[in-house]
């Protein structure tokens, strides 16, 4: 009997250990398994914090290079120094007529006056190397100053001319005076002849304002984006005129009104794959519609805007029928049930809180018409305009086909200034997702 009892105690005491061996080795097996795991979460989240250094990293590269290549556009250099104003060159009846005035020869005023800075300067090559120094714009700044100061004629004027870009440019030092002739746009003769002057306190830098005031021109020193600035807003005005409310209603008549059948399917389809479709796509239509067939006026902001309208439909339907949804069915159930009819239930319930995202969608669909350049393209609104547009009607350019025209010119003034009108059109672009998330949080309503 104790034999019997002594067996049974071996075997519970071996399956005892049997049993401790098997959960030791579960919890060596999980514990290696939650490692491995635990290893996995933590080389996904170093991925994670990795890509979005690398992330950070690019844009921050983006935007130092712009910067700097656009920064020094901000200011400009000038030539300040006097000039004489004889009488029987200006206005040789003394009528002060501001048209007489207008009319004289002001660009031999400012050469001669320049020239006497230099009166060893005598050969006809070595006045035309001189007189290159000034912009074209130069006796236009001399008859402006004359025009607010009449009084100063049969005298002298202390007045600021514009200097070419190229010695804009080596004052600024983006041109290297120290490298050999052969390898600058400008000779030696001319650094001399401008370091000279810059000695003396002639050449000032200023503020460029001419880079906000003007439109554009074939003188980088004179190129401004006041045209392209004026142009987009026409644009952008057209198409959230056009594209909000037809965005919107369409929104409001497929989550509300439209029957589920497969017709309204093929349309939401379409619209979700319209969203995808190249941008120079809708350009071609345009060209196909607008100009062709409606005979519309090519390079105009309405044309523009329409095609734009065109592309960022898609956007603002998708962003608002996503509002339309957001909205709590309890909102609707309960406006029904106080006797609403369901139209009232929708302008007076729905609509107001959906409108936080459908704005935002809105906003953020202006912005990316606001960047768009190829369907422009496409309808003649890369056409060299210098003129501002007054309406929706004239000839006129946009932001960022500017910075396509001045891209591609081979002057190194219009780097800086291609650098300065992107840092403009991002500043507009940064404006508008700042004032879509205020709006959102403006107007959000948490359930």
Do not use: C
């Amino acid at each position: 009997m104790a034999t019997v009892d002594e067996t049974m105690d071996t075997r519970s005491a071996q399956a005892a250990r049997a049993a401790q061996a098997g959960r030791s080795q579960i919890a060596e097996t999980v514990n290696a398994g939650l490692g491995r795991r635990y290893r996995s979460e933590r080389r996904f989240r170093a991925y994670g914090v990795l890509a979005i250094v690398l992330a950070l990293s690019m844009l921050a590269t983006l935007f130092v290079t712009i910067i700097s290549k656009g920064y020094t556009a901000f200011w400009q250099n000038s030539l300040n120094f006097e000039v004489a104003l004889p009488a029987d060159v200006i206005d040789p009846q003394g009528t002060r007529d501001p048209k007489v005035l207008a009319s004289a020869n002001y660009l031999g005023l400012v050469r001669d006056a320049l020239q006497a800075q230099f009166p060893e300067v005598d050969s006809r090559q070595e006045r035309r190397a001189l007189f290159a120094m000034l912009s074209d714009s130069a006796p236009y700044d001399l008859q402006d100053a004359v025009l607010d100061n009449p009084g100063a004629i049969g005298g002298t004027i202390k007045v600021r001319v514009s200097l070419d870009d190229d010695f804009d440019m080596l004052a600024k030092g983006h041109i290297n005076a120290d490298l050999p002739q052969d390898q600058r746009r400008l000779t030696d003769v001319q650094v001399a002849w401008f370091q000279s002057l810059e000695q003396r306190g002639m050449v000032e830098a200023h503020f460029n304002t001419a880079l906000f005031t003007n439109g554009d021109s074939r003188q980088a020193e004179s190129a401004g984006i006041l045209g392209a600035v004026v142009g987009s807003l026409f644009v952008v005005a057209v198409t959230l005129a056009l594209s909000f409310p037809i965005g919107v209603a369409t929104a409001v008549y497929l989550e509300e009104f439209a029957p589920k059948n497969r017709f309204t399917d093929l349309i939401e389809v379409n619209i979700n794959n319209l969203a995808a479709v190249p941008s120079i796509v809708f350009g071609l239509l345009g060209l196909a519609v607008f100009l062709q067939f409606f005979g519309l006026p090519r390079s105009a902001p309405l044309v523009g805007g329409l095609v734009l309208t065109l592309m960022t439909l898609p956007t603002i339907i998708i962003a608002s029928r996503a509002a339309l949804k957001s909205v709590p069915p309890s909102i609707r159930e309960a406006a029904l049930g106080l006797g609403a009819s369901k139209l009232q239930m929708i302008l007076h319930h729905v609509l107001p809180l959906a409108m936080p995202g459908m704005l935002t969608g809105t906003i953020i669909g202006m912005a990316q018409a606001l960047g768009e350049s190829a369907p422009l393209l496409m309808i003649g609104m890369v056409a060299f305009v210098v003129d501002i547009p007054n309406g929706p009607l004239d000839p006129a350019t946009v932001l960022p086909v500017q910075i396509f025209l001045w891209a591609d010119s081979p002057e190194r003034a219009f780097v800086e200034r291609t650098s300065a009108a992107i840092m403009v059109l991002l500043a507009f672009l940064v404006f508008m997702n700042a004032a879509a998330v205020w709006l959102r949080k403006r107007f959000e309503r948490r359930w």
